[in-house]
């Protein structure tokens, strides 16, 4: 139900460099539920409006930038939602949930057709308590060995490709990167025994 971490990494990277330091000139939110944490549309909207934005990092399957005012603007992309840098002038991509227009250097647009992404405008705290929910390891961050990885997968029981799904024990990995770790690795999806 959301982008795998590969993408988000390079999601990240991108925002990283293109926000930082840029100002945010108006918020424009076509699909409300997208921002349905900061309970509405205006709430959003002004705890970002004429805001400088910071860096952005990876909070576990979130992708979260520093506002100047000490908040976070925290994104998690659904499957199959984009980021996407353009201009103003430039057409609207169908399925765009939020455009965030800067004060010099043009938009950023969470195009969404699914509606399952979410935009939050978050404190550390809430952002902190967030991520704890997310319990599975996760493996652009923190190394691990074979072996522990191993011990991790057999007490697990299930289809392969489920076990390698499940957020609970590892984040970032769905369908697509399943079948490859599956193919590469030369085992099937049969249930581990």
Known sequence: ??????E???????????LSGKKVKIVEVAVPATVKRNTNKKNFTTRLEGF?????????????????????LAVHLGQGAKLVRCQAKDPVEKGTAVIITLTQTGQIRIVD??????VWV?????????????????LAS?????TTFGE????????????LM????????????????????????DPVS
């Open 1 to 6: 139900d959301m982008s795998e971490l590969p």
């Open 8 to 18: 988000l990494e390079i999601v990240r990277s991108q925002l990283d460099r293109d």
């Open 52 to 72: 400088k934005l910071g860096s952005t990092s990876r909070r576990g399957t979130w992708i979260v930038t520093q506002v100047e005012t000490g908040d976070l």
């Open 113 to 118: 057709p699914a509606k399952k992404s979410e």
């Open 122 to 138: 978050a404190t550390d705290e809430e952002m902190a308590a967030e991520v704890a929910t997310e319990t599975g390891f996760d």
């Open 142 to 146: 923190e190394a691990i060995s074979w």
């Open 152 to 163: 991790r997968l057999l007490r697990q029981k299930g289809r392969l490709k489920s076990i």
């Open 166 to 189: 499940d957020s609970s024990s590892l984040l970032g990995i769905g369908p697509i990167y399943s079948d490859e770790i599956l193919f590469e690795s030369g085992l099937k999806s």
